[in-house]
């Protein structure tokens, strides 16, 4: 389960494809008894492609997974720039549910909010989540490699807690306690399965204002800490640079590369290594402890 699967491909589609083909074993093992799966996809800015999670990837894992899968697909998001409902269907997520009768988008903004508590120190800090991550079966992160201009990459995990929030999402940055914030709010929330597209990320000024990369590879694994670490890897970033993944890591939600013993299954990493440009703020965000 803590195994990372690694795919080099110039198609966001027929790489991940391929990622899930290989997983369709573990898959189909984890969806058996469940109803319905949450696809938590990232927008950001419903006006910024480059921002938003590719659509193709999330049609590679909805085709693989129709084969065995006959529940519910929901395909969830709220936008912190604009509206989602048009996201859907500026982006062709809306194109990609009609085309199935079990898949529908859902704007989580309209959802209904349960607050979670988090400790920081002496302080309480009351955090309303969408109730659809919190009530999810079967929670499915995915992504595009992304710098940040904050917590240094925005990956799989991030996208979920951050994401899940409901419309008061500047509530959790608060200087340094982001990550000890982030941390904390995976004993409510986490995801399932990650995929992280890295075929065309986001470097310099994200997670709206960057620039193209590419950078060629697509991750997907049954550890987001192991799969986020492994990207923030591939994107030249040195893992202890980025808080939230170290503390999550000592709460053991999952392994860390390469600090810990991964099982890649795929292409050498070493050989995939493309030097993201880092947000201009990346010297500051660096000294998180």
Not at 2 to 30: C, F, R
Not at 279 to 287: E, G
Request: proline content about 4%; cysteine-free; glycine content about 6%.
């Amino acid at each position: 389960m803590n195994a990372v699967h690694l795919n080099q491909g110039k198609s966001s589609y027929q790489t991940t494809l391929e990622l899930i083909h290989d997983q369709k074993e573990e898959l189909e093992k984890q969806l058996k008894d469940k109803e319905k799966i949450v696809i938590k996809i990232n927008f950001v800015s419903a006006q910024t492609l480059l921002a938003t999670t590719p659509v193709e990837t999330v049609r590679a894992f909805v085709e693989s997974v129709r084969d065995y899968f006959p529940g519910k697909i929901i395909i969830a998001e709220e936008a912190t720039v604009g509206n989602a409902r048009d996201g859907f269907k500026q982006f062709g997520f809306e194109k990609l549910a009609s085309e199935y009768d079990s898949v529908e988008t859902f704007d989580s903004q309209d959802d209904q909010i349960e607050e979670i508590n988090i400790k920081i120190g002496t302080d309480s800090l009351a955090i309303p989540i969408s109730k659809i991550y919190l009530d999810s079966p079967f929670t499915v992160s995915i992504t595009r490699a992304k710098t940040h201009d904050t917590v240094v990459a925005t990956l799989s995990i991030k996208n979920l807690l951050v994401g899940a929030i409901n419309k008061d999402r500047f509530l959790i940055h608060r200087g340094k306690k982001i990550h000890q914030i982030l941390a904390q709010m995976t004993n409510f929330l986490y995801p399932d399965f990650s995929i992280i597209d890295g075929v065309i990320g986001m470097e310099g000024n994200g997670p709206v204002n960057g620039s193209p990369i590419k950078s060629n590879w697509v991750i997907s694994s049954f550890d987001p800490l192991a799969a986020d670490s492994l990207a923030s890897f591939l994107m030249g970033f040195d893992v202890n640079d980025i808080g939230y993944l170290n503390l999550i890591g000592k709460m053991g939600k999952g392994k860390i590369y390469p600090k810990d013993q991964i099982e890649i299954m795929g292409p050498n990493p070493e050989h995939l290594v493309t030097l993201y440009q880092p947000h201009q703020t990346f010297s500051s965000q660096r000294q998180w402890r």
